[in-house]
């Protein structure tokens, strides 16, 4: 049995989720993703004003007579949320953790698809795999992925992208929707990306917290790094400190744009002080124009 204190935090973000998928972000789901899994249903005759891009060259050369080929809607999708429990999520100087931020990102994703009679996976991992739930329906299976999300104990500390996309590679074999929401405090995972892009349908959503990418002048502090337990000792007094501090995070956050745009990955920064809300729906938008 759950604590209580833990089935009323799951509780508050399903009611809160749920809102917003009922107001918000359903239609924007469905308009995104349905549609673009297309599967080949039959050939017909061409007609004046058909798309001259669907032409089925085989059928027309055996016939003599251009054929296009006609496509219906996949009638479900699959969704798998690829979430980062590394201990650099068990920092938040704000409203929440960064852990508890995917927590509500992944609750908002996971019910738009259940509403639309998609399937919901998640693939929780550190610097090795830590949890594998394949992909099902249901109000009580969104919950359980929450409840992972939110209290699952990994046994690793640091941070793999690359381990967790050639995991994903091999055991997701249907294309599917996949959100990989982490801080990306990781090397070497631009080719597995890459390779999982091909085939899915693959959107990067970084969670920074503000500490992250500056500082106020609080004089000298004391900063352990969560992932390596290393301690720096930082005079925030300084402000060429803070200076460079706040250019080399806008430096980062500019190459991994620059990196996600040469393998052509769509993107998403959401920070623990801001609402999630606008950044996800002006992706919303944006991939409905663009599709």
Do not use: C
């Amino acid at each position: 049995m759950l604590p209580k204190e833990i089935l009323k935090k799951i509780r508050r973000i399903e009611i809160r989720t749920k809102k917003l998928v009922n107001d918000l972000f359903s239609g924007e789901y469905h308009s995104t993703f349905k549609g673009q899994g297309m599967e080949f249903e039959e050939v017909r005759k061409y007609e004046p004003g058909d798309d001259i891009r669907l032409i089925d060259w085989n059928v027309t050369a055996r016939t003599g007579y251009p054929y296009i080929k006609k496509f219906k809607e996949e009638r479900e999708l699959s969704v798998v949320l690829l979430v980062d429990a590394s201990s650099s999520g068990k920092f938040g100087t704000r409203e929440r953790f960064k852990s508890e931020t995917a927590a509500e990102l992944g609750a908002l994703l996971a019910f738009s698809a259940i509403k639309n009679n998609d399937k919901v996976g998640l693939i929780i991992f550190t610097d090795k795999i830590e949890k594998f739930v394949p992909p099902q329906k249901g109000r009580a299976h969104v919950l359980r992925l929450i409840r992972e999300i939110l209290y699952f104990e990994p046994e690793g500390i640091g941070t793999d992208i690359g381990i967790a996309m050639e995991y994903f590679n091999k055991v997701i074999k249907r294309k599917s929707v996949v959100f990989l929401i982490s801080d990306f405090l990781s090397e070497n995972y631009s080719k597995p990306l890459q390779i999982a892009n091909r085939k899915h349908d693959l959107i990067a959503i970084k969670i920074p917290d503000p500490r992250e990418t500056s500082f106020e002048n609080v004089g000298m502090i004391e900063l352990e790094d969560a992932e390596t337990n290393e301690v720096y000792m930082i005079d925030t007094g300084s402000k060429e400190f803070r200076r460079e501090f706040a250019a080399r995070a806008d430096e980062d956050i500019e190459r991994l744009k620059r990196e996600f745009q040469l393998i052509n990955l769509d993107f998403i920064n959401i920070r623990t002080d801001q609402s999630y809300i606008v950044p996800l729906i002006n992706f919303f938008k944006m991939r409905e124009k663009r599709h």
